[in-house]
Nanobody, 126 residues
Framework: QVQPVESGGGSVQAGGSLRLSCAAS????????MSWYRQAPGKEREFVSG???????SYADSVKGRFTISQDNAKNTLYLQMNSLQPEDTAMYYC????????????????????WGQGTQVTVSS
């Protein structure tokens, strides 16, 4: 089961913090990426932060310095620590698992499939 399950959302005041969790059972693959996206009402879903199996991380400009992505390998869980939350951070937050598989002939590791969680709501009041 690769389908991720998010938790940890809630309602906080501006300046507060939340930690989101994304649990996913990931098998043995040549590579995988896990990332957080968010979508506010009436807006397109946007990238927030990501981490791959090599430990590389990335962040959207809007959350740099405030959000931190991390992973607990023992629990197969991805975290997003969100500090200094602002009203514009209000959105449904989704976890995405990107699976890479090694081609049987060329042995090249290629992106295969993406799996999305159901989302967890984050609401920040001013």
């Amino acid at each position: 089961q690769v389908q991720p399950v998010e938790s940890g959302g809630g309602s906080v005041q501006a300046g507060g913090s939340l930690r989101l969790s994304c649990a996913a059972s990931i098998g043995t693959y040549c590579h995988y990426d896990m990332s957080w996206y968010r979508q506010a009402p009436g807006k397109e879903r946007e990238f927030v932060s990501g981490m791959n199996s090599d430990g590389r991380t990335s962040y959207a400009d809007s959350v740099k310095g405030r959000f931190t992505i991390s992973q607990d390998n023992a629990k197969n869980t991805l975290y997003l620590q969100m500090n200094s939350l602002q009203p514009e951070d209000t959105a449904m937050y989704y976890c995405k698992t990107q699976i890479y598989r090694r081609d049987s002939h060329t042995h090249i590791c290629l992106r295969s499939m993406d799996y999305w969680g159901q989302g967890t709501q984050v609401t920040v009041s001013s």
